[in-house]
């Protein structure tokens, strides 16, 4: 099976302008799940889906938005970018049950300048 | 609220050596507790995951952690670490109770030097 898969895997972009990001799950996963990694705070939960739903979302500002399609595939948005907003975004995909194994994509790294 | 504590920043020990990474949790209910590694400018890989049953797991690559639920702990061992294995480790938790969310530690950096 192929894994998650994720794009762009680069992206520069300035303070002010918008970015959306792309995450395709393994094939029959439905849960999506959404990490901002920097080197300060860590891995950081932004948001969970499952079946188009938004099941959770993490401590972050309105700026920062996603979505889950149909086919499960999964978006995430940040709008008005900051320069602290730079990170390894990072996508993961499940089965739908808590207990399961979360698979990670190789990310996206994201730099605001 | 949930957590997980990974005590040491960084771990360094000599290849064929024992190796060991010390991860402690918080949930509020029963937990379901992994461990993932990290290689420079790659995604996490999945190395183990305790659900249910024998504390011991056994994982990829040699790895296993013990399940030690009056210290609520999950460290990560390996009998003979090897230089490849040098990478950023990661604990992470989750409540079997509810849809919680999976929380993470803030990593260890372990060295293995030849």
């Known amino acids: 099976k192929a894994g998650v898969t994720q794009t762009p895997r680069y992206l520069i972009k300035t303070r002010g302008q918008q970015v959306t990001l792309s995450c395709s799950p393994i094939?029959?996963?439905?849960?999506v799940s959404w990490y901002q990694q920097t080197p300060g705070q860590g891995l950081q939960f932004l948001f969970e889906y499952f079946s188009e739903t938004q099941r959770n979302k993490g401590n972050f500002p309105g700026r920062f938005s996603g979505r889950q399609f149909s086919n499960s595939r999964s978006e995430m948005n940040v709008s008005t970018l900051e320069l602290g907003d730079s990170a390894l975004y990072l996508c993961?995909?499940?089965?739908?049950?808590?207990?399961?194994?979360?698979?990670f994509g190789p990310g996206t790294r994201l730099l605001v300048l | 609220a949930q957590s997980v504590a990974q005590p040491e920043d960084q771990v360094n020990v000599a290849e064929g050596n024992p190796l060991t990474v010390k991860c402690t949790y918080s949930?509020?209910?029963?937990?379901?507790l992994f461990w993932y590694v990290q290689y420079p400018n790659r995604g996490l890989q999945f190395l183990l995951k305790y659900i249910t049953g024998d504390n011991l797991v056994k994982g990829s690559y040699g790895f296993e952690a013990e399940f030690n639920k009056s210290q609520t702990s999950f460290h990560l061992k390996k009998p003979s670490a090897l230089v490849s294995d040098s990478a950023l480790y990661f604990c992470a938790v989750r409540d079997m109770g509810g849809y919680s969310t999976l929380t993470f530690g803030k990593g260890t950096m372990l060295l293995v030097s030849p």
């Open positions: 993961a995909s499940s089965l739908e049950v808590l207990q399961e194994t979360q698979y």
């Open positions: 949930v509020s209910g029963n937990p379901y």
């Open positions: 094939s029959g996963h439905r849960s």
